[in-house]
């Protein structure tokens, strides 16, 4: 069988310029990304919450409540005692001070470990601790896009905020540490000399 089959198609179309939709997107929200801040030990492992001593060291963790959110950095970590202006900053601006370290930033949960300074245990009134991190992604895709970009560029950050009980220092407990602190420099002073 043999076909033969001619057509002639005309087409016309008008072209009118794209001027964009006339309506508004719909207003997707915000996203708040939390943390958690709890007392731990040196594993980041929670521990009871028992009065501080002045001899103990206190690590405080703080950690993502959201997967596959990270603690990418402890931009500031201050002490200070309720109802006073007796306070210091452990970590200000991403920077910890001598008394201080910091450890596990870039995971779910940092500890800062830190020795608090002997002024916050004059009486029993509690320490706070306050602060704030910065948060960011793991190192994978399964974020969306738009909230991966958003956090990688502009950091999100969350404050946080504990109080802790403290054993008040007896002030016969600070007379023999005066006691023994002169009885160290004469030592120290003898031996120097000999």
Same mark, same amino acid.
Do not use: H, W
């Given at each position: 069988?043999?076909?033969?089959?001619?057509?002639?198609?005309?087409?016309?179309?008008?072209?009118?310029?794209?001027?964009?939709?006339?309506?508004?997107?719909?207003?997707?929200?915000?996203?708040?990304?939390?943390?958690?801040?709890?007392?731990? /030990?040196?594993? $980041?492992?929670? !521990? @009871?919450?028992?009065?501080?001593?002045?001899? +103990? =060291?206190?690590?405080?963790?703080?950690?993502?409540?959201?997967?596959?959110?990270?603690?990418?950095?402890?931009?500031?970590?201050?002490?200070?005692?309720?109802?006073?202006?007796?306070?210091?900053?452990?970590?200000?601006?991403?920077?910890?001070?001598?008394?201080?370290?910091?450890?596990?930033?870039?995971?779910?949960?940092?500890?800062?470990?830190?020795?608090?300074?002997?002024?916050?245990?004059? /009486?029993?009134? $509690?320490?706070? !601790? @306050?602060?704030?991190?910065?948060?960011?992604? +793991? =190192?994978?895709?399964?974020?969306?896009?738009?909230?991966?970009?958003?956090?990688?560029?502009?950091?999100?950050?969350?404050?946080?905020?504990?109080?802790?009980?403290?054993?008040?220092?007896?002030?016969?407990?600070?007379?023999?540490?005066?006691?023994?602190?002169?009885?160290?420099?004469?030592?120290?002073?003898?031996?120097?000399?000999?």
């Amino acid at each position: 069988a043999k076909y033969n089959y001619t057509a002639d198609f005309n087409l016309t179309l008008a072209a009118k310029e794209f001027e964009g939709l006339n309506t508004t997107a719909a207003d997707l929200g915000g996203v708040e990304f939390e943390v958690e801040v709890f007392r731990c /030990d040196s594993s $980041k492992v929670t !521990v @009871q919450a028992s009065p501080l001593t002045i001899n +103990e =060291d206190l690590y405080v963790c703080i950690r993502s409540k959201t997967d596959e959110i990270v603690v990418s950095s402890i931009d500031e970590f201050t002490i200070k005692k309720e109802n006073t202006d007796t306070s210091y900053n452990a970590v200000e601006d991403g920077k910890s001070d001598f008394n201080t370290y910091v450890d596990g930033e870039g995971f779910d949960t940092v500890v800062v470990a830190t020795r608090p300074q002997a002024s916050l245990f004059v /009486d029993a009134a $509690k320490i706070i !601790v @306050q602060g704030k991190a910065t948060l960011g992604t +793991e =190192d994978n895709d399964r974020y969306l896009a738009r909230f991966t970009q958003a956090i990688n560029n502009e950091g999100a950050s969350s404050n946080f905020k504990m109080e802790l009980e403290v054993v008040k220092v007896s002030s016969d407990g600070n007379l023999a540490r005066i006691v023994g602190a002169i009885i160290g420099i004469f030592v120290g002073r003898v031996f120097i000399f000999f």
